[in-house]
């Protein structure tokens, strides 16, 4: 299994490269148009590794496992059901969750898997999907929840979402990743939060992939979080979230004021 990076060195230069063991080879070109190695490694403790990627937007979904739309009284949905959150609020791995200014109210994290786009996608067929896929990656939809049902004529979904540094998304890309016995867990201070098998999707990968690809163009770099399971909580000031999947690695991010 290949896992891609990018980092930035002491020095401020940002580069990208495959993990090997404690070392990242580094490559050139264009990670979505057959990167090259250059020969190069760098220690992976030398360097701070940032998003693997550089989406134009975040695709989020709402009720896509059984276990949460049963606790919630919800029907699986015919569609996937999703917002975007602006590009805007990306955060890298070991980056802090920043509160904004204009709210006071509960911050909620909620660890799930991210599809990562490879190439342009419009229009595709389920079968196809799979090859739009570069791979996968971790994501913690940080969310102001007491927003969403602030105004009752308007579900503010985006808003409450879409602040800066709201979403968390690495330390990984993974290729050739097999989603279908993995399970992801998240933990707040060390304490499982949610532990959940990605098995219990609504839609799959590819089937969100090509649904979506109905709606928008999908381009490379593009992350779309396949949403959450039971288990999401609020995060206090100083708290740490990290979500895991065992190929894929931990994202850990802190909470800050």
């Not at 990984?172 to 990605?198: H, K, N, S, V």
């Amino acid at each position: 299994m290949k896992l891609w990076t990018r980092f930035k060195t002491a020095h401020g230069r940002i580069g990208f490269g495959l993990l090997q063991g404690d070392h990242i080879l580094e490559h050139r070109g264009d990670l979505y148009d057959q990167p090259v190695a250059t020969g190069a490694t760098i220690a992976r403790d030398a360097v701070d590794l940032l998003c693997p990627c550089e989406p134009s937007k975040i695709v989020a979904l709402w009720n896509n496992f059984h276990a949460l739309g049963a606790k919630l009284g919800k029907a699986a949905p015919s569609h996937p059901l999703f917002l975007i959150k602006p590009a805007t609020t990306l955060n890298g791995p070991d980056a802090v969750i920043r509160r904004p200014a204009s709210y006071a109210g509960k911050i909620v994290f909620e660890g799930e898997l991210g599809i990562v786009i490879g190439k342009p996608a419009s229009n595709v067929s389920e079968a196809a999907a799979r090859d739009y896929i570069l791979g996968y990656t971790l994501v913690n939809d940080v969310t102001a929840a007491e927003i969403i049902e602030q105004d009752g004529n308007f579900a503010q979904w985006t808003r409450a979402k879409g602040f800066d540094t709201f979403g968390c998304v690495g330390p990984f890309i993974a290729e050739d990743f097999d989603w279908r016995e993995a399970e992801l867990i998240t933990t707040l201070d060390g304490t499982q939060r949610q532990r959940y098998p990605l098995a219990d999707m609504i839609f799959n990968p590819w089937q969100i992939v090509a649904r979506l690809s109905q709606d928008m163009t999908l381009l490379p770099g593009d992350v779309i979080a396949v949403g959450t399971s039971i288990g999401v909580g609020s995060m206090k000031e100083g708290s740490l979230v990290e979500v895991s999947i065992d190929a894929l690695g931990t994202l850990a991010n802190r909470m800050g004021g």
